[in-house]
Each structure stands twice: as structure tokens, then as C-alpha cells.
């Protein structure tokens, strides 16, 4: 009578250890656009808290990572075999560990993969060794989670960051040219006409 929740199984520490993604298992993939095709993972994880954000039921709030090879193999491939000139890295947060992201970023500029891509990140990851690494290696357009404009309700979120961080990061972003595409939310919890006021105003 007793309802048994059997524990979690162990994450795969290492990555590398799957196999690439079997894209041409997909039914009628020969309708799928290129770019559809090209959606890649460097990582699994985040360690933020957001309260808002259900990814550590996914994910887990532990950060595992792919080689660097690993995704120059993998871009390679999805290039070669679906004509994809176009990727997206859904990591929940890019550039979670700088160097990693920087030797990732140089190592695909080496590869001259012929690419453009873009990903998710945060502004106080962002920094000019990390944008021009980016810039070089084909980044076109990064996505950001601002939220809020109210530093109360992002207080209360557990976002981590204030409107003064948010701005900071979005210029730097801005000056090395990559098109900035950001995420804002109306209604969340303990938010006042004032602080959607104040949304609209950073915004």
C-alpha cells in the first residue's frame, strides 16, 4: 500500500560518451529546413536558481560539458550531411565557464567552419575576451533573460542580477556588434503596476 519512488538514476558525467544525435531518424527529414537540424548542446545544467525556470528537473542543477572537438565534430557533420550553415547552442546558459567557452570559441575560428550561430546567455557572464572569442568564431545573436526592470522582482525571482548588471551586460554586448534579442515576463509574482512600469522603462 505503499507508493515506492525509485532514486534518480546517475547523470552521465562524461558527455562525450553519446553518440551524436540520429537527426536522419527523424520522419520525412528531408522536409526539415537545414537550420532546423542544427540545434546543439556544449552543455547540460545550471547552477542559477531562478525560481520561475523548471530546467533543473530537467537538467539538474549540476553542469556537465562536451569537448570542444566534440561540437567542431558534431557542426562538422550536421554541415556536411544536411547543408547546415546555421546553428543554435540550446545550453541553458552559454559561456557558464569562461575559459571553457573561450578555448570552444577559438577552436571552432581554427576549424573555419564556414557558420553563423547563436545561443542564450546571461549579462554577467558576458566580457570582451568572451564577445570577440564569440564574434570570431561566427556568433551572430545572443539571447538574454532580463525578466524584470523592477530589482525587487528580480530580487524575489532569485535572478541574481539588478537592472544596473542587466544594462552593463547588454552595452558590452552591443559594442562588439551582436545582435542582442532579450526575454521579459509580465505578471510574476509580488509585481505592482510600478514594477511592470519599470519593465517597460528598461525595456
Keep these: 500500500g505503499q507508493v515506492i519512488h525509485n532514486s534518480a538514476r546517475p547523470l552521465i558525467a562524461q558527455l562525450d560518451d553519446l553518440p551524436f544525435p540520429a537527426r536522419h531518424c ?3 527529414v528531408e522536409n526539415y529546413a537545414p537550420q532546423a537540424l542544427a540545434k546543439l548542446f556544449a552543455s547540460r545544467g545550471c547552477p542559477y536558481q531562478c525560481n520561475y525556470c523548471g ?3 530537467i537538467w539538474t542543477f549540476e553542469v556537465r560539458h562536451h569537448s570542444e572537438e566534440r561540437i567542431v565534430e558534431e557542426i562538422k557533420q550536421v554541415k556536411q550531411e544536411f547543408g547546415a550553415t546555421y546553428f543554435t547552442f540550446f545550453d541553458d546558459v552559454f559561456g557558464l565557464d569562461r575559459k571553457r567557452a573561450v578555448q570552444l570559441c ?7 567552419l564556414g557558420i553563423s550561430w547563436d545561443c542564450l546567455t ?6 570582451d575576451e568572451l564577445l570577440s572569442a564569440m564574434k570570431k568564431a561566427g556568433c551572430r545573436k545572443i ?9 525587487k522582482v528580480l530580487k524575489d525571482t532569485k535572478k541574481g542580477l539588478d537592472r544596473k548588471r542587466i544594462l552593463e551586460g547588454a552595452r558590452l554586448i552591443k559594442k562588439h556588434g551582436i545582435f542582442l534579442y532579450t526575454f521579459f515576463m509580465v505578471g510574476l509574482p509580488t509585481e505592482t503596476e510600478d514594477d511592470v512600469e519599470q519593465t517597460i522603462d528598461l525595456l
Excluded at 546571461?122 to 566580457?127: A, D, E, F, I, P
Excluded at 539571447?143 to 530589482?151: I, K, N, Q, R, T
Design 26 to 28: 527523424l520522419y520525412d
Design 55 to 57: 530546467t533543473q528537473n
Design 106 to 112: 577559438k577552436k571552432m575560428s581554427r576549424a573555419k
Design 122 to 127: 546571461r549579462s554577467n557572464l558576458v566580457s
Design 143 to 151: 539571447d538574454m533573460g532580463v525578466e524584470s526592470g523592477s530589482d
